[in-house]
């Protein structure tokens, strides 16, 4: 599976952004997929999460009730929506595909990574 991110500039605070991730094959819709972020000089961390079917979500705290994540299987897609965006959300941007039709936090949970967008938020 090939994962093609899209979506990232530069954008002020307090704007929005939305990323996009299209998987090359149809098997990615039935996995889970997430969004992790790496921040230069930081660990990469988990950003949010989606079910193979969209009924589970999960999101780390520092974006729950900023940022949305959700699917479109038909377009073998997943999207990030991010609201109220900050300057410590810049980072570079990664979806994954799940091993599994449910995904979590960890990136072990993963076995497919896109290359990456970057998403830079001036204050």
């Known amino acids: 599976v090939q994962l093609q991110a899209s979506g990232g500039g530069l954008v002020q605070a307090g704007g929005s952004q939305r990323l996009s991730c299209a998987a090359s094959?149809?098997?990615?819709?039935?996995?889970?997929m997430g969004w992790f972020r790496q921040a230069p000089g930081k660990e990469r961390e988990f950003v949010a999460s989606?079910?193979?079917?969209?009924?589970?979500?999960i999101y780390a705290d520092a974006v729950q009730g900023r940022f949305t994540i959700s699917r479109d299987n038909g377009r073998n897609t997943v999207y990030l929506q991010m609201n109220s965006l900050k300057p410590e959300d810049t980072a570079i941007y990664y979806c994954?595909?799940?091993?599994?039709?449910?995904?979590?936090?960890?990136?072990?949970?993963?076995?497919?990574w896109g290359q990456g967008t970057q998403v830079t938020v001036s204050s």
């Open positions: 989606i079910s193979w079917n969209s009924a589970s979500t």
């Open positions: 994954a595909v799940a091993r599994s039709s449910y995904s979590g936090r960890r990136s072990t949970d993963y076995n497919y």
């Open positions: 094959r149809r098997t990615a819709s039935n996995n889970g």
